[in-house]
């Protein structure tokens, strides 16, 4: 069921929010040649608990770690590591989750570890840019395909591939709710989107083919070609005009 969210409850997903974006600056802005994963981890915990809120993806359905963060052919829920050191033209995308007063924001961010291909700035820099172009697409009266049509028509005309295998979704009491919002689709499919819905947008696009495996460790999903890839996301408000973003 999509529950619609009141002002108020907003105001706290908003404040939740907040601490995501400070998270992911500090984590885009950290991401340098030598550092490891699991530094950076700790930095995020740090800094949540610092803000007295939650870290929503510690101990989700086992999740052992405060962010996710996917390096290079990772393309979502790389678990942070001692082992796993950026090295110079790695991208590393960052996941993170924030619980305030019993509500819940995400939002992801991808970045290049100092001089990166070519190749990596313009998957970067597409997948950054589809999720604006998914952005403008919640708004009321729209349907939840209109978002996923937005985002894979962008992709796929600058010659990459959206994941199929992960979604967007609902976000508010859950870290998870309903509706699910593929990263593709034909418009106009789907539920109707109203005002006071809160969803969670985000790209998941590959440099190669669409394929995607999830290695032994349960959690870190790679590409199948061994090609790059990037992610982005905002937690954003349904309006009457545009999505409103909350992260």
Same mark, same amino acid.
């Given at each position: 069921?999509?529950?619609?969210?009141?002002?108020?409850?907003?105001?706290?997903i908003?404040?939740?929010g907040?601490i995501?974006?400070?998270?992911?600056?500090?984590?885009?802005?950290?991401?340098?040649?030598?550092?490891?994963?699991?530094e950076?981890?700790?930095?995020? =915990?740090?800094?949540?608990?610092?803000?007295?809120?939650?870290?929503?993806?510690?101990?989700?359905?086992? =999740?052992?770690?405060t962010?996710?963060?996917?390096?290079?052919?990772?393309?979502?829920?790389?678990?942070?590591?001692?082992?796993?050191?950026?090295a110079?033209g790695?991208?590393?995308?960052?996941?993170?989750?924030v619980?305030?007063?019993? =509500? =819940?924001?995400?939002?992801?961010?991808t970045?290049?570890?100092?001089?990166?291909?070519?190749?990596?700035?313009?998957?970067?820099d597409?997948t950054?840019?589809?999720?604006?172009h998914?952005?403008?697409?919640?708004?009321?009266?729209?349907?939840?395909s209109?978002?996923s049509?937005?985002v894979?028509?962008?992709?796929?005309?600058?010659?990459?591939?959206?994941?199929?295998?992960?979604?967007?979704?609902?976000v508010?009491?859950?870290?998870?709710e309903?509706?699910?919002?593929?990263?593709f689709?034909?418009?106009?499919?789907?539920?109707?989107?109203?005002?006071?819905?809160?969803?969670?947008?985000?790209?998941?696009?590959?440099?190669?083919?669409?394929e995607?495996?999830?290695?032994?460790?349960?959690?870190t999903?790679?590409?199948?070609?061994?090609?790059?890839?990037?992610?982005?996301?905002?937690?954003?408000?349904?309006?009457?005009?545009?999505?409103?973003?909350?992260?």
């Open positions: 069921m999509i529950v619609i969210k009141s002002t108020e409850e907003i105001e706290k908003r404040v939740a907040r995501v974006n400070a998270v992911l600056n500090a984590l885009c802005n950290s991401a340098k040649t030598g550092i490891t994963t699991a950076l981890d700790e930095m995020a =915990y740090e800094m949540i608990i610092k803000a007295k809120c939650e870290p929503a993806f510690k101990g989700y359905k086992g =999740y052992p770690a962010i996710c963060a996917s390096i290079n052919d990772q393309v979502v829920h790389g678990i942070p590591s001692k082992k796993a050191r950026l110079d790695d991208i590393i995308g960052f996941d993170v989750g619980g305030f007063d019993g =509500y =819940y924001a995400d939002a992801a961010r970045v290049g570890v100092g001089k990166v291909s070519d190749k990596a700035r313009e998957l970067i597409v950054r840019i589809s999720l604006e998914a952005i403008e697409q919640a708004k009321e009266g729209n349907r939840v209109d978002i049509h937005a894979q028509s962008y992709v796929e005309d600058n010659g990459f591939n959206v994941v199929r295998h992960f979604v967007g979704h609902g508010g009491k859950e870290i998870h309903a509706p699910e919002i593929p990263n689709g034909k418009p106009n499919k789907g539920a109707r989107l109203m005002t006071g819905m809160v969803l969670a947008i985000e790209p998941m696009v590959n440099a190669g083919g669409f995607v495996k999830v290695l032994d460790d349960g959690w999903a790679v590409t199948k070609d061994g090609s790059l890839s990037a992610h982005f996301e905002h937690t954003i408000a349904v309006t009457k005009f545009k999505g409103e973003i909350l992260t």
